[in-house]
């Protein structure tokens, strides 16, 4: 049981940069490998970043690498996502989610069992 809450979205220039945050309540949050999705309007949801229960391994789209990082503090239940050198091509809706698996940060969206209401960023050009 695993509840999620986005936040730090907003409106951004081309080549700026945002600090996105998902704060977890429960207890079991450390049990868990976490991720970052995206959604543009008529697509489909595609993943960002993922993070293992330690923080240890880490994976990102081809699309982010060098340019995002995910972190983790199981200590405040928060997962973060900075995202630098951003691109009108980043502009979703972006969600936070939980995996069941805790040591194996996922790729796959349909693998994911709890999701955050998702928070807009916008890039401008």
């Known amino acids: 049981q695993v509840q999620l809450v986005e936040s730090g979205g907003g409106l951004v220039q081309a080549g700026g940069s945002l600090r996105l945050s998902c704060a977890a309540s429960?207890?079991?949050?450390?049990?868990?490998?976490m991720g970052w999705f995206r959604q543009a309007p008529g697509q489909e949801r595609e993943f960002v970043a993922a993070i293992s229960w330690s923080g240890g391994a880490a994976n990102y789209a081809d699309s982010v690498k060098g340019r995002f990082t995910i972190s983790r503090d199981n200590a405040k239940n928060m997962v973060y996502l900075q995202m630098n050198s951003l691109k009108p091509e980043d502009t979703a809706v972006y969600y936070c989610a939980a995996h069941g698996s805790p040591w194996y940060p996922s790729m796959d969206v349909r693998e994911y069992d709890y999701w955050g209401q998702g928070t807009q960023v916008t890039v401008s050009s």
């Open positions: 429960g207890r079991t949050f450390s049990n868990y490998a």
